[in-house]
């Protein structure tokens, strides 16, 4: 079994930051991968960022020099530094990872968080 909890969601006013972690535990064997999707209501999920495991990153861009993704392999959590927010940054965010449970694979993409809501208002 594998979990992928979220934290760090809330309400902020335009202009401000929030920081997202989401934390992975039970039977890992590597984090190959892990991102950060958005869905607002009455729209598709979006990838938001990612991040692999020698550090590459990717970035929407509709969040470029806005957010910041990074990982810390020991604790195998990735964070999401968000600044300067906008309304249109609210949406449910979700951690997705991409991993393997044993040395012998396989090999998935398909686990998610339970999201966390981030609100943008005045």
């Known amino acids: 079994q594998v979990q992928l909890v979220e934290s760090g969601g809330g309400l902020v006013q335009p202009g401000g930051s929030l920081r997202l972690s989401c934390a992975a535990s039970?039977?890992?064997?590597?984090?190959?991968?892990m991102g950060w999707y958005r869905q607002a209501p009455g729209k598709q999920r979006e990838l938001v960022a990612g991040?692999?495991?020698?550090?590459?990153?990717n970035y929407a861009d509709s969040v470029k020099g806005r957010f910041t993704i990074s990982r810390d392999n020991a604790k195998n959590t990735v964070y999401l530094q968000m600044n300067s927010l906008k309304p249109e940054d609210t949406a449910t965010y979700y951690c997705?990872?991409?991993?393997?449970?044993?040395?012998?694979?396989?090999?998935?993409?398909?686990?998610w968080g339970q999201g966390t809501q981030v609100t943008v208002s005045s």
């Open positions: 991040i692999t495991d020698d550090d590459s990153t």
């Open positions: 997705n990872a991409d991993l393997a449970t044993t040395p012998w694979g396989p090999r998935r993409s398909d686990y």
């Open positions: 039970g039977s890992i064997f590597s984090i190959y991968a």
